[in-house]
T-cell receptor, first 114, second 112 residues
Framework: SQTIHQWPATLVQPVGSPLSLECTVEGTSNPNLYWYRQAAGRGLQLLFYSVGIGQISSEVPQNLSASRPQDRQFILSSKKLLLSDSGFYLC?????????????FGPGTRLTVT | RKEVEQDPGPFNVPEGATVAFNCTYSNSASQSFFWYRQDCRKEPKLLMSVYSSGNEDGRFTAQLNRASQYISLLIRDSKLSDSATYLCVVIRGGYNFNKFYFGSGTKLNVKP
């Protein structure tokens, strides 16, 4: 069965510091991968998605970037964090199942920028 | 206009009640539809797919109305454990990629 891992689970970082969040998927090959952010009490905002190694599409302009160095690895980075980067960061993968794509989320990383 | 709109609630219902949520979507080209459940401070989890013919999973019934572009979720005999935020999701995409559009969620509180 497929599993998705994210780490760390929680993170407190000062403004201006760098960020690296990692996500790995097991039990599937060539998945579509996604990074979302959820601000407190808000909906999910799609940040990046990837259909393959080295292929990254950005949804919103911001100081974040993403990379996919391996098929099942997706990394979210920032060179300098802003206060507004605080939130719940979720990695997800999708697969085609029963005539439609379904999406599954990792446990998330709760980031607080101070 | 938002892709997916939901009433944020909260819906406060007693145990055993029947409760229904609706959500509307703006793009008629949307292809697939789902309900997800999100517990407080946790990741969203797939609850069920939504088909035009309607589908049922135990106490949960989902319905899609393509003509009016809305999706519904009915929960019968509510349990305390049903308390969560319910996210409506629509999918649109091309050959090898589908984009998921999430509503902001409807919060349900089931009271004893």
């Amino acid at each position: 069965s497929q599993t998705i891992h994210q780490w760390p689970a929680t993170l407190v970082q000062p403004v201006g510091s760098p960020l690296s969040l990692e996500c790995t998927v097991e039990g599937t090959s060539n998945p579509n991968l996604y990074w979302y952010r959820q601000a407190a009490g808000r909906g999910l905002q799609l940040l990046f998605y990837s259909v393959g190694i080295g292929q990254i599409s950005s949804e919103v302009p911001q100081n974040l970037s993403a990379s996919r160095p391996q098929d099942r690895q997706f990394i979210l980075s920032s060179k300098k964090l802003l206060l507004s980067d605080s939130g719940f960061y979720l990695c997800a993968w999708s697969e085609y199942n029963r005539g439609s794509y379904e999406q599954y989320f990792g446990p998330g990383t709760r980031l607080t920028v101070t | 206009r938002k892709e997916v709109e939901q009433d944020p609630g909260p819906f406060n219902v007693p145990e055993g009640a029947t409760v229904a949520f609706n959500c509307t979507y703006s793009n008629s080209a949307s292809q697939s539809f789902f309900w997800y459940r999100q517990d407080c401070r946790k990741e969203p989890k797939l609850l069920m797919s939504v088909y035009s013919s309607g589908n049922e999973d135990g106490r949960f019934t989902a319905q899609l109305n393509r003509a009016s572009q809305y999706i519904s979720l009915l929960i019968r005999d509510s349990k305390l454990s049903d308390s969560a935020t319910y996210l409506c999701v629509v999918i649109r995409g091309g050959y090898n990629f589908n984009k998921f559009y999430f509503g902001s969620g409807t919060k349900l509180n089931v009271k004893p």
